[in-house]
């Protein structure tokens, strides 16, 4: 892999990771075009690893206050702000829980999808976020129940399958259960932590793997990449949802639907 191929599935990554695109749909038709099969286990971990800073340094206040919460309740001397914290951290559990069941049991499945199935699944990715755009409500952190965490975390489950946004059905999710749009999106972003962690501890377990496939400068520069437009699509994407327009995304991802299944068929 040259450094130039590195740079471009790095911003790859850092723009569909976060933006309502699919990121791994995204990986499969980049490497058919490019005759990359086989990108390496290392560089795989290091685009993980800068997603993962991105998230943490954008949302970091909103963990801040969770964390805080939850610390000031257990040592009770919380109030129903600080529940509220405690509440939403619980819920992120249950989530959680019910996406590594869905994930672990559609994985290798999933992973399998020829290019034609995954242009029908950008496709319906962009139903997903039009239809998305006329729900929303006023639900904010204290009042979110087990059953948003259940549906969204189904919803993050879903989105293993290439041509699946996860950022874009956690979102619509977050949405259909009546979130507020600065919510909903705070939510399915602190969700992808623990995914993006999962992510991270199944592919170190193949360490003795590791290193052997990509030279160090192209690591570096993708890594670098990734993390740069991931940032700058993370702060993007939360200006567009609070605007109420994940639609916009729908224009790009029905022609690259329709023209994967006219020329990579």
């Given amino acids: 892999m040259s450094v130039l191929q590195a740079v471009l599935l790095g911003a790859l990554q850092g723009v569909t990771e976060f933006l309502p695109v699919s990121s791994s749909g995204h990986l ?3 490497k058919h075009t490019m005759g990359l099969q086989d990108i390496g286990l290392l560089f795989d971990v290091l685009l993980h690893g800068a997603s993962l800073v991105a998230v943490l340094l954008v949302f970091r206040a909103r963990i801040g206050r ?3 919460g939850m610390y000031r309740w257990v040592r009770r001397r919380g ?3 600080d529940f509220g914290q405690v509440r939403a951290a619980g819920i992120l559990v ?3 829980a019910i996406t590594a069941g869905i994930g672990f049991a559609v ?3 999933a992973e399998g999808f020829a290019i034609p199935v995954v242009s029908v699944l950008f496709l319906v990715t962009a139903g997903i976020l039009l239809v998305s755009q006329r729900f929303g409500g006023e639900k904010s952190y204290g009042e979110l129940t087990w059953i948003d965490g259940v549906v969204c975390g189904i919803a993050q489950g879903l989105g293993v399958f290439p041509g699946i946004s996860r950022a874009g059905i956690t979102i619509s999710a977050g949405l259909f259960r009546g979130m507020d749009r600065q919510t909903a999106g705070e939510f399915s972003f602190l969700l992808s932590i623990p995914a993006i962690l999962g992510a991270l501890v199944l592919t ?3 360490a003795a793997e590791l290193g052997s496939q990509v030279a160090l400068a192209p690591l570096v520069a993708g890594s670098i990449s990734s993390f740069l437009v991931g940032l700058v699509s993370l702060v993007l994407l939360m200006k567009v949802v609070r605007a109420g327009k ?3 995304f ?3 991802l029905i022609p690259l639907g329709i023209s994967g299944l006219l020329f990579l068929s």
């Fill in 28 to 30: 499969a038709v980049l």
């Fill in 66 to 68: 969770m964390v805080t």
């Fill in 79 to 81: 109030d129903e702000e």
């Fill in 94 to 96: 249950i989530a959680t």
């Fill in 107 to 109: 994985k290798d499945f």
């Fill in 204 to 206: 170190l377990k193949d």
């Fill in 246 to 248: 994940l639609g916009w």
């Fill in 250 to 252: 729908a224009l790009y």
